[in-house]
Protein backbone atom coordinates (compact mmCIF):
# COMPACT_ATOMS: atom_id res chain seq x y z
CA UNK A 1 0.00 0.00 0.00
CA UNK A 2 1.25 3.54 -0.57
CA UNK A 3 0.40 6.64 1.48
CA UNK A 4 0.91 10.18 1.18
CA UNK A 5 1.62 12.49 3.64
CA UNK A 6 3.07 16.20 2.69
CA UNK A 7 2.99 15.32 -0.43
CA UNK A 8 5.66 12.75 0.42
CA UNK A 9 4.92 8.81 -0.29
CA UNK A 10 6.12 6.55 2.10
CA UNK A 11 5.92 2.21 1.95
CA UNK A 12 3.73 1.22 4.62
CA UNK A 13 3.02 -2.44 5.40
CA UNK A 14 0.14 -4.52 7.74
CA UNK A 15 1.07 -7.75 8.80
CA UNK A 16 -1.97 -10.36 8.71
CA UNK A 17 -2.78 -13.49 11.10
CA UNK A 18 -5.84 -15.88 10.92
CA UNK A 19 -7.94 -15.19 14.37
CA UNK A 20 -11.27 -15.99 15.66
CA UNK A 21 -14.22 -13.27 14.81
CA UNK A 22 -13.41 -10.51 16.76
CA UNK A 23 -15.46 -6.69 16.08
CA UNK A 24 -12.58 -4.63 15.14
CA UNK A 25 -10.54 -4.33 11.61
CA UNK A 26 -11.73 -7.35 10.33
CA UNK A 27 -12.38 -8.36 6.73
CA UNK A 28 -13.71 -11.80 5.68
CA UNK A 29 -12.12 -13.82 2.74
CA UNK A 30 -13.99 -17.14 1.00
CA UNK A 31 -13.48 -18.90 -2.48
CA UNK A 32 -16.72 -20.12 -4.04
CA UNK A 33 -17.38 -22.54 -7.09
CA UNK A 34 -18.78 -21.97 -10.71
CA UNK A 35 -22.37 -21.87 -8.92
CA UNK A 36 -21.36 -19.69 -6.09
CA UNK A 37 -21.29 -22.33 -3.51
CA UNK A 38 -19.26 -21.60 -0.77
CA UNK A 39 -15.98 -24.03 -1.25
CA UNK A 40 -15.35 -23.73 2.54
CA UNK A 41 -16.01 -22.07 6.10
CA UNK A 42 -15.54 -18.31 6.21
CA UNK A 43 -12.44 -17.18 7.36
CA UNK A 44 -11.96 -13.66 9.29
CA UNK A 45 -8.36 -11.88 8.69
CA UNK A 46 -7.78 -9.53 10.96
CA UNK A 47 -5.06 -6.21 10.48
CA UNK A 48 -2.99 -5.23 13.82
CA UNK A 49 -2.99 -2.15 14.19
CA UNK A 50 0.61 -1.16 13.93
CA UNK A 51 1.72 0.39 10.98
CA UNK A 52 5.09 0.31 9.92
CA UNK A 53 7.00 2.51 7.12
CA UNK A 54 8.92 0.12 5.05
CA UNK A 55 11.14 3.09 3.46
CA UNK A 56 14.09 4.53 5.68
CA UNK A 57 14.64 7.34 2.92
CA UNK A 58 11.71 9.87 4.25
CA UNK A 59 12.57 12.56 1.42
CA UNK A 60 11.16 12.13 -2.18
CA UNK A 61 8.58 9.90 -3.18
CA UNK A 62 8.15 6.31 -2.55
CA UNK A 63 6.48 4.31 -5.11
CA UNK A 64 4.94 1.11 -6.58
CA UNK A 65 5.41 -1.26 -3.68
CA UNK A 66 5.76 -5.80 -4.49
CA UNK A 67 6.01 -7.81 -0.84
CA UNK A 68 6.85 -11.72 -0.70
CA UNK A 69 7.24 -13.70 2.41
CA UNK A 70 8.07 -17.09 2.97
CA UNK A 71 6.93 -20.39 5.61
CA UNK A 72 8.71 -18.87 8.94
CA UNK A 73 6.92 -15.57 8.17
CA UNK A 74 10.07 -13.59 7.05
CA UNK A 75 8.82 -11.07 4.35
CA UNK A 76 10.98 -8.39 2.12
CA UNK A 77 9.21 -5.13 0.70
CA UNK A 78 10.34 -3.48 -2.58
CA UNK A 79 9.95 -0.25 -3.96
CA UNK A 80 10.20 2.24 -6.52
CA UNK A 81 12.88 5.59 -5.03
CA UNK A 82 11.63 8.51 -7.19
CA UNK A 83 15.70 10.12 -7.03
CA UNK A 84 14.48 12.84 -9.97
CA UNK A 85 12.17 13.47 -12.38
CA UNK A 86 14.59 11.46 -14.78
CA UNK A 87 15.84 8.65 -12.47
CA UNK A 88 14.31 6.04 -10.10
CA UNK A 89 15.46 3.63 -8.54
CA UNK A 90 14.74 0.42 -6.78
CA UNK A 91 14.82 -0.39 -3.00
CA UNK A 92 13.98 -3.00 -0.38
CA UNK A 93 13.23 -3.84 3.09
CA UNK A 94 13.87 -6.86 5.18
CA UNK A 95 11.40 -7.88 8.08
CA UNK A 96 11.42 -10.48 10.39
CA UNK A 97 8.22 -12.55 11.79
CA UNK A 98 7.18 -9.58 13.97
CA UNK A 99 7.18 -7.44 10.90
CA UNK A 100 9.69 -5.15 12.43
CA UNK A 101 12.71 -4.32 10.11
CA UNK A 102 15.88 -6.44 9.95
CA UNK A 103 18.79 -4.71 8.74
CA UNK A 104 19.33 -1.00 7.09
CA UNK A 105 17.30 -0.06 3.48
CA UNK A 106 18.32 -2.37 0.35
CA UNK A 107 20.02 -0.57 -2.62
CA UNK A 108 18.95 -2.69 -5.18
CA UNK A 109 19.38 -0.44 -8.12
CA UNK A 110 20.81 2.55 -7.88
CA UNK A 111 22.38 3.88 -11.23
CA UNK A 112 21.48 6.55 -13.36
CA UNK A 113 19.00 4.84 -14.85
CA UNK A 114 15.01 4.75 -15.13
CA UNK A 115 14.58 1.11 -13.15
CA UNK A 116 10.70 0.55 -12.16
CA UNK A 117 7.92 -1.96 -12.18
CA UNK A 118 9.89 -4.49 -9.01
CA UNK A 119 8.43 -7.64 -8.11
CA UNK A 120 10.29 -9.70 -5.94
CA UNK A 121 10.01 -13.61 -4.36
CA UNK A 122 11.15 -15.14 -1.63
CA UNK A 123 12.79 -18.82 -0.83
CA UNK A 124 12.10 -20.67 2.58
CA UNK A 125 15.62 -19.66 4.22
CA UNK A 126 14.75 -16.17 3.23
CA UNK A 127 16.91 -15.80 0.52
CA UNK A 128 15.31 -13.29 -2.62
CA UNK A 129 14.97 -12.11 -5.95
CA UNK A 130 14.22 -9.12 -7.14
CA UNK A 131 13.31 -8.44 -10.85
CA UNK A 132 12.88 -4.96 -12.50
CA UNK A 133 12.56 -3.19 -15.68
CA UNK A 134 15.51 -1.01 -16.83
CA UNK A 135 14.60 2.08 -19.70
CA UNK A 136 18.05 1.72 -21.36
CA UNK A 137 18.86 4.42 -23.85
CA UNK A 138 20.99 3.36 -26.76
CA UNK A 139 22.01 3.93 -30.36
CA UNK A 140 19.85 1.09 -32.20
CA UNK A 141 21.60 -0.24 -35.62
CA UNK A 142 19.19 -2.87 -36.32
CA UNK A 143 21.23 -5.80 -38.17
CA UNK A 144 18.97 -8.24 -40.40
CA UNK A 145 20.49 -11.77 -41.16
CA UNK A 146 18.76 -13.33 -43.72
CA UNK A 147 16.00 -10.94 -43.51
CA UNK A 148 14.38 -12.43 -40.41
CA UNK A 149 16.44 -11.81 -37.14
CA UNK A 150 16.97 -7.96 -35.37
CA UNK A 151 19.96 -7.19 -33.29
CA UNK A 152 20.46 -4.86 -31.26
CA UNK A 153 24.45 -3.55 -31.32
CA UNK A 154 26.39 -1.04 -29.21
CA UNK A 155 26.58 2.31 -28.82
CA UNK A 156 29.53 3.54 -31.19
CA UNK A 157 32.28 4.85 -29.76
CA UNK A 158 32.03 7.87 -32.28
CA UNK A 159 29.08 7.90 -33.94
CA UNK A 160 28.95 8.94 -37.72
CA UNK A 161 26.29 12.01 -38.26
CA UNK A 162 24.21 9.28 -40.68
CA UNK A 163 23.71 6.88 -37.28
CA UNK A 164 20.31 7.12 -36.26
CA UNK A 165 19.40 9.09 -33.12
CA UNK A 166 19.52 7.21 -29.80
CA UNK A 167 16.41 5.47 -28.67
CA UNK A 168 14.72 4.14 -25.15
CA UNK A 169 14.46 0.20 -24.99
CA UNK A 170 13.27 -1.40 -22.11
CA UNK A 171 14.71 -4.39 -20.61
CA UNK A 172 14.53 -7.02 -17.71
CA UNK A 173 16.88 -7.85 -15.57
CA UNK A 174 16.97 -9.65 -11.29
CA UNK A 175 19.33 -9.65 -8.68
CA UNK A 176 19.58 -12.56 -6.27
CA UNK A 177 19.78 -11.49 -2.60
CA UNK A 178 20.88 -13.95 0.40
CA UNK A 179 18.85 -13.93 3.72
CA UNK A 180 20.46 -10.58 5.05
CA UNK A 181 19.86 -8.54 1.78
CA UNK A 182 23.20 -9.13 0.75
CA UNK A 183 23.49 -9.49 -3.34
CA UNK A 184 24.66 -13.14 -4.47
CA UNK A 185 25.93 -13.18 -7.84
CA UNK A 186 25.92 -10.68 -10.65
CA UNK A 187 23.17 -8.82 -11.62
CA UNK A 188 20.86 -11.20 -14.13
CA UNK A 189 19.74 -10.30 -17.71
CA UNK A 190 16.75 -11.77 -18.21
CA UNK A 191 15.79 -9.69 -21.48
CA UNK A 192 17.37 -7.38 -23.53
CA UNK A 193 16.02 -7.81 -27.10
CA UNK A 194 15.73 -5.19 -29.81
CA UNK A 195 12.06 -5.20 -28.63
CA UNK A 196 10.47 -3.98 -25.44
CA UNK A 197 10.19 -6.24 -22.82
CA UNK A 198 8.58 -4.76 -19.52
CA UNK A 199 5.81 -5.41 -16.43
CA UNK A 200 7.63 -8.20 -14.77
CA UNK A 201 6.86 -11.08 -12.55
CA UNK A 202 8.51 -13.39 -10.65
CA UNK A 203 7.62 -17.02 -8.64
CA UNK A 204 9.88 -18.97 -6.69
CA UNK A 205 9.74 -22.23 -4.61
CA UNK A 206 10.60 -22.91 -1.55
CA UNK A 207 13.87 -24.66 -2.82
CA UNK A 208 14.90 -21.46 -4.65
CA UNK A 209 14.14 -22.12 -8.12
CA UNK A 210 12.61 -19.15 -10.13
CA UNK A 211 10.79 -17.92 -13.09
CA UNK A 212 10.23 -14.63 -14.77
CA UNK A 213 7.55 -13.87 -16.84
CA UNK A 214 7.60 -10.46 -18.66
CA UNK A 215 5.66 -8.70 -21.45
CA UNK A 216 7.29 -8.29 -25.05
CA UNK A 217 6.34 -6.03 -27.06
CA UNK A 218 6.00 -7.74 -30.48
CA UNK A 219 5.07 -4.72 -32.73
CA UNK A 220 2.85 -2.32 -32.63
CA UNK A 221 -0.55 -4.62 -31.96
CA UNK A 222 0.98 -7.28 -30.56
CA UNK A 223 1.89 -8.11 -26.97
CA UNK A 224 3.47 -11.47 -25.66
CA UNK A 225 3.73 -12.75 -22.95
CA UNK A 226 7.57 -14.49 -22.32
CA UNK A 227 9.50 -16.38 -19.46
Not at 56 to 69: E, K, P, W
Request: glycine content about 4%; some cysteine.
Amino acid sequence: DVCSSDLVMSIRTWWKRLIGETPARRRSGQSFDRSAQALEPRELLTVFSTETVANTTRVLNQIDVATASNGTDRSVAVWVHLASPTNADIRAQLFDNNGVKTGPEIQVADTTKSELKPAVAMDSLGNFVVTWQVLQTTRAVDVVYYGLTKQRVPTPVNPAPSDPPPRNVIDIVAQRFDSNGSPMGNRLIVANSSIDEFDPSIAMTPQGPFVISYTAQVSTTNQDIRA
